[in-house]
Antibody
Framework: EVQLVESGGGVVRPGESLRLSCAAS????????MSWVRQAPGKGLEWVSG????????GYADSVKGRFSISRDNAKNSMYLQMNSLRVEDTALYFC?????????????WGQGTLVTVSS | SYELIQPPSVSVSPGQTATITCSGD??????ISWYQQKPGQSPVLVIY???KRPSGIPERFSGSNSGNTATLTITGTQTMDEADYYC??????????FGTGTKVTVL
C-alpha cells in the first residue's frame, strides 16, 4: 500500500523555524517527484514546493520563495521542508503528496497532513 | 500569475448530474486534475490528464477540457459525493495552481 506520513508540525512564533518530514512507503520513492501542498484553516489548497527525482531540481511558490527549502533523502524514502522566517499566514495543514513540481502531473496519493500554527 | 476560477457552490439532487467548472486562460492547452475533499479528510484524486480516472474511482466521475474551461461531471450523483472539489493545472509561470474550490451539496 502506498503511504505518505508527515510529521514535524507544531506551534511556533513568527520568525521562528520548523522542519517538516514526510516518510514514504509502498512505492519506488526515487522514481517519483514529490511536493508539499498546504491548506489554511477553512481555505483552499495551495501548492508550496516540489522536488523532482534529479538532485537539485526544485520549485517554490512565490509566497515561500527564499524562506522555505525542500530536500529529499532517497536512501531513507523521505522528503523534508525546512521552513524559516515563518509568518502568521503560513499557518496551515501541510500535506505531503506524490507528484513533481515541473510540468503536468497528478498529485496522488496525499498524506494525512501535519498542522503548522504560527502565532505570537 | 495564473488563476483557476471555480463556482463556490453547486447543488444537485440525488441521482441527477452535477457539473463543476474550472476557468482559466487557454486552459484547454493544459492538463487538468480534479480532487475531492470530504470534511476532515485529505484530498483524493478523481480525474487526471483532463479525463482519466484513477483505479477505484467510480465511472460516474468524468472530465473534459477545452477552450478556457474544464468540467468535472458527476453523473447519477450520490450523497457520498458531497464534498469540496478542486481543479489543478500546471503553468510555466506559476508552477502548480489549484482552483478556488467548489462545494457540492447533494439535497
Amino acid at each position: 500500500e502506498v503511504q505518505l506520513v508527515e510529521s514535524g508540525g507544531g506551534v511556533v512564533r513568527p520568525g521562528e523555524s520548523l522542519r517538516l518530514s514526510c516518510a514514504a512507503s509502498g512505492f519506488a520513492f526515487d522514481d517519483y517527484g514529490m511536493s508539499w501542498v498546504r491548506q489554511a484553516p477553512g481555505k483552499g489548497l495551495e501548492w508550496v514546493s516540489g522536488i523532482n527525482t534529479a538532485v537539485g531540481s526544485a520549485g517554490y511558490a512565490d509566497s515561500v520563495k527564499g524562506r522555505f527549502s525542500i530536500s529529499r533523502d532517497n536512501a531513507k524514502n523521505s522528503m523534508y521542508l525546512q521552513m524559516n522566517s515563518l509568518r502568521v499566514e503560513d499557518t496551515a495543514l501541510y500535506f505531503c503528496v506524490r507528484g513533481g513540481w515541473d510540468g503536468a502531473t497528478k498529485f496522488d496519493p496525499w498524506g494525512q497532513g501535519t498542522l503548522v500554527t504560527v502565532s505570537s | 500569475s495564473y488563476e483557476l476560477i471555480q463556482p463556490p457552490s453547486v447543488s444537485v439532487s440525488p441521482g441527477q448530474t452535477a457539473t463543476i467548472t474550472c476557468s482559466g486562460d487557454k486552459l484547454g492547452d493544459k492538463y487538468i486534475s480534479w480532487y475531492q475533499q470530504k470534511p476532515g479528510q485529505s484530498p483524493v484524486l478523481v480525474i487526471y490528464y483532463d479525463a482519466k480516472r484513477p483505479s477505484g474511482i467510480p465511472e460516474r466521475f468524468s472530465g473534459s477540457n477545452s477552450g478556457n474551461t474544464a468540467t468535472l461531471t458527476i453523473t447519477g450523483t450520490q450523497t457520498m459525493d458531497e464534498a469540496d472539489y478542486y481543479c489543478q493545472a500546471w503553468d510555466s509561470s506559476t508552477a502548480h495552481v489549484f482552483g478556488t474550490g467548489t462545494k457540492v451539496t447533494v439535497l
